[in-house]
């Protein structure tokens, strides 16, 4: 019966659509900060990684709201994909700019942004690494960055079982593990100067999202440039 119910299940999902949900929200917090800023410095992002195995082991991470800070998975997985983890946070970093400046080629923007790697080397230089960002304080990111203000991303990753194999999963273990797949992003524009969070935005792929670095800034920025406050007024 098992085989059976296998075997459907493979057949089945080769007629179903690898598409995914999304929601999204921005939210200004202190526009007259906002209008000052010239200078931005977007940071490594903080990523939170679950993949099947995993889930095998311990079961499903709960996930925290999406609105809240720290979205980051905190116990094992993240522990046991560190260097995974990190790459996948400078990777963000580096195609979030590229997906901006892309964008900005046909919507001007009114601030500059700061290489990734001309950012990355002044925290090097100022000995902030990527497991010390999140005790520094604006202060000290201004000190070291010479911005107005910085981007901090946090993505979670949840990566259980591609198509078919999720399906089959899902039938032989009688769990929800394919509709928990997902990918949930949280953007914040802190001003430098004052310590403010000024700006915030959260984002959420649910289904069979991609969790390529790539598609994902890209998906961030189209998703968020009508309220980015960034974008030039014509």
């Known amino acids: 019966m098992r085989i059976f119910l296998l075997s459907a299940a493979l057949a089945i999902s080769l007629f179903l659509p690898g598409c995914a949900r999304r929601s999204f929200q921005s939210q200004t917090l202190v526009p007259a900060a906002l209008a000052t800023h010239r200078t931005v410095a977007i940071l490594p992002f903080t990523v939170g990684l679950e993949r099947l195995q995993d889930v095998v082991i311990r079961g499903p991470e709960p996930w925290t709201d999406s609105v809240r800070r720290p979205l980051a998975l905190t116990h094992g997985p993240n522990r046991q994909r560190w260097g995974e983890r990190r790459q996948l946070g400078y990777q963000l970093q580096a195609e979030l700019q590229a997906a901006l400046m892309r964008q900005q080629v046909t919507h001007p923007i009114t601030v500059a942004f ?33 911005v107005d203000v910085v981007l901090l991303g946090q993505t979670d990753m949840r990566q259980l079982l591609p198509g078919s ?14 509709a928990a797949n997902g990918v949930r992003t949280a953007l914040d524009l802190y001003d430098t ?17 991609s969790t390529s670095p790539v598609a994902l800034a890209n998906a961030l920025v189209r998703h968020m440039w009508r309220g980015f406050p960034y974008v030039a007024k014509p």
Do not use: C, K
């Open 165 to 178: 194999a999720s399906i089959a999963l899902f039938v032989l273990t009688d769990s929800n593990l394919m």
């Open 193 to 209: 100067q004052t310590g403010q969070l000024v700006w915030r935005f959260d984002h959420e792929l649910a289904g069979r999202p």
């Open 114 to 146: 700061q290489n990734p790697a001309d950012t990355n080397q002044r925290l090097a230089r100022a000995g902030i690494t990527y497991e010390s960002l999140p005790s520094h304080s604006m202060a000290e990111l201004r000190a070291a960055l010479g």
